[in-house]
C-alpha cells in the first residue's frame, strides 16, 4: 500500500492521558500536513511540514499538542493531558512539491473518556 | 463568519439526476480551489482541482470557480449511489499543496 498510513486507526485514553499518533507520508511527498475533524465539520487545519521543518501552527493548538517530523520522513502528534474537547478523527496528509493537492490518510479517532 | 460556507445537507436524489453542490467564501485572497469527497470512516480524497476562475472537467465531475461572486460550485452528472459521501469545498490563498480550508461538508445520497 502506497498510500498515507497512520497508527492507530482508534484510540480510547482517559481525561488527562497523554497519546500519541504517528503518521507515514507517501515517500516521495515533501509536505505533511496533520488536520483535526469532529463531527459534522470540515478538517481543521493543525500544523505542517515540509521536509523536516515545522512551517505553520494553528493558533487553535494548545501548548498541549506537539509535532515533529525527524529527518523529513514519518511524523508524530502528541497530545499532553488530554481532554474531553481532545476527541476527533485527526487526519494526516502530505503532499508533493507540485500542485495536486493532498492525499490524506484514513486518520486516528480519538476518544477521550 | 466563517472563511468558506457550505449547506451541510443532507441532500437526497434519485439516480441519474444532475447533483449541485455549491460553496461561497469571503477571503479575496483565496485563489487555488477543490474537492474532495469523504466516505464514512475514511480520510477525504480529492476529485477536483482548479486554479482561478473557470470550469474544469472530469468525467461525470464539472467544477466552476466564480472568483467575482466569491461561488464556487461541483456538479455530477449522471449521479450513482456510490456518489453518496460528503463532499468537502477546499480553498487556498497560495497553492494547493500549502495550508487548505475546508467547508463543513454536504452529505449526499443517491436514491436507486
Known amino acids: 500500500d502506497t498510500g498515507v498510513s497512520q497508527d492507530p486507526r482508534h484510540k480510547i485514553t482517559k481525561r488527562g492521558q497523554n497519546v500519541t499518533f504517528r503518521c507515514d507520508p507517501i515517500?516521495?511527498?515533501?509536505?505533511l500536513y496533520w488536520y483535526r475533524q469532529t463531527l459534522g465539520q470540515g478538517p481543521e487545519f493543525l500544523t505542517y511540514?515540509?521536509?523536516?521543518?515545522?512551517?505553520?501552527k494553528s493558533r487553535l493548538l494548545s501548548d498541549r499538542f506537539s509535532a515533529e517530523r525527524p529527518k523529513g520522513s514519518f511524523s508524530t502528534l502528541e497530545i499532553q493531558r488530554t481532554e474531553q474537547g481532545d476527541s476527533a478523527m485527526y487526519l494526516c496528509?502530505?503532499?508533493?512539491?507540485?500542485?495536486?493537492?493532498?492525499?490524506f490518510g484514513s486518520g486516528t479517532r480519538l476518544t477521550v473518556v | 463568519q466563517k472563511e468558506v460556507e457550505q449547506d451541510p445537507g443532507p441532500l437526497s436524489v434519485p439516480e441519474g439526476a444532475i447533483v449541485s453542490l455549491n460553496c461561497t467564501y469571503s477571503n479575496s485572497a483565496f485563489q487555488y480551489f477543490m474537492w474532495y469527497r469523504q466516505y464514512s470512516r475514511k480520510g477525504p480524497e480529492l476529485l477536483m482541482y482548479?486554479?482561478?476562475?473557470g470550469n474544469k472537467e472530469d468525467g461525470r465531475f464539472t467544477a466552476q470557480v466564480d472568483k467575482s461572486s466569491k461561488y464556487i460550485s461541483l456538479f455530477i452528472r449522471d449521479s450513482q449511489p456510490s456518489d453518496s459521501a460528503t463532499y468537502l469545498c477546499a480553498m487556498s490563498a497560495q497553492s494547493s499543496a500549502s495550508k487548505i480550508i475546508f467547508g463543513s461538508g454536504t452529505r449526499l445520497s443517491i436514491r436507486p
Open positions: 482548479t486554479y482561478s476562475s
Open positions: 496528509a502530505s503532499s508533493p512539491p507540485r500542485d495536486y493537492g493532498y492525499t
Open positions: 515517500s516521495e511527498h515533501n509536505r
Open positions: 511540514f515540509q521536509n523536516e521543518a515545522q512551517l505553520e
